[in-house]
């Protein structure tokens, strides 16, 4: 089953004696570095000769290291990266980031919107201005939101046809209350624009983390591929943090069972490879 799987769309790393992931809570599990060498040889096991590593902090030093480290490692083939899109040079930023060594990686950026106050943050006149500049970049744009914060990313895709959103987590639904609505809703009218995308990824941490299965996910799983379709549709892994709820393996597997035969190499493969231009 997992030599189906190609490419891992979305996943972090990170190394505490760098910089602090101040997001970990103090006895986590996950406060520890995660390199990618140690997912290396889950990835190898998996069938997954391809990975997406995606940011996981807000600071402009870390996108040069995650540039650094997929031209070091084979297994990465693309980042999603951060810069702050309310500076006024930012398309000479990003500039600046391609023609950094392993530029050529730099595939999309992300910012924590999830964390930000203001529900209707991505419709900032500083932060459009932002959007428009990463659209003109060539690169997509990684949404990482609360189910409040879609009817604003609805609004921003719509305005921006030029760009396109990359929809991270489901939107994170409220899978442990067991609640589709008004996520459901929200979801398809984002899926109705064709400048959107989504990945089939953090489901498991979405749930009661002790608890949870498969059919826990399936309602949630069905909505978005139901919305987007295979060809709009990439699965990632979320790892490390993942791990909070399932292996490496276990999230593969969960994704496989999630999804028909026939849509794998979409969701799998040729989707990410096409979106990140891999």
Not at 182 to 210: F, I, Q
Not at 214 to 241: K, N, Q, T
């Amino acid at each position: 089953m997992g030599a189906a799987v190609t490419v891992d769309a979305h996943h972090h790393v990170w190394d505490l004696s760098v910089r602090d992931q101040d997001w970990i809570g103090e006895g986590s599990p996950l406060r520890r570095d995660f390199t990618v060498e140690d997912l290396a040889p889950e990835a190898r096991v998996a069938g997954v000769d391809r990975t997406v590593l995606v940011q996981t902090v807000t600071v402009p030093e870390e996108t040069p290291e995650f540039l650094g480290l997929a031209a070091e490692h084979e297994l990465v083939a693309g980042v999603v990266g951060w810069t702050d899109l309310m500076r006024p040079d930012v398309a000479d930023e990003l500039a600046r980031l391609r023609e950094l060594p392993g530029g050529q990686y730099l595939k999309g950026i992300r910012h924590q919107v999830q964390g930000e106050r203001d529900p209707e943050w991505l419709l900032r006149p500083d932060v459009r201005r932002g959007l428009t500049a990463v659209a003109d970049a060539g690169l997509v744009y990684d949404l990482v939101v609360l189910p409040h914060q879609l009817p604003a990313c609805i609004k921003a895709a719509a305005s921006l046809p030029e760009l396109t959103f990359v929809l991270d987590h489901l939107g994170k639904p409220p899978i442990a209350s067991g609640t589709l609505e008004p996520w459901a809703s929200d979801l398809r009218a984002l899926a109705a624009l064709p400048n959107t995308v989504s990945k089939l990824s953090g489901m498991v941490t979405e749930a009661d983390l002790a608890s949870w299965t498969i059919d826990d996910l399936r309602p949630y799983a069905d909505v978005v591929l139901g919305a987007f379709g295979p060809d709009r549709l990439m699965f990632g892994s979320d790892w490390p943090v993942c791990t909070l709820a399932a292996t490496y393996g276990e999230v593969l597997d969960i994704a496989h069972r999630l999804t028909g035969a026939h849509e794998r190499t979409q969701i799998f493969e040729t989707t990410a490879t096409r979106v990140y231009d891999l």
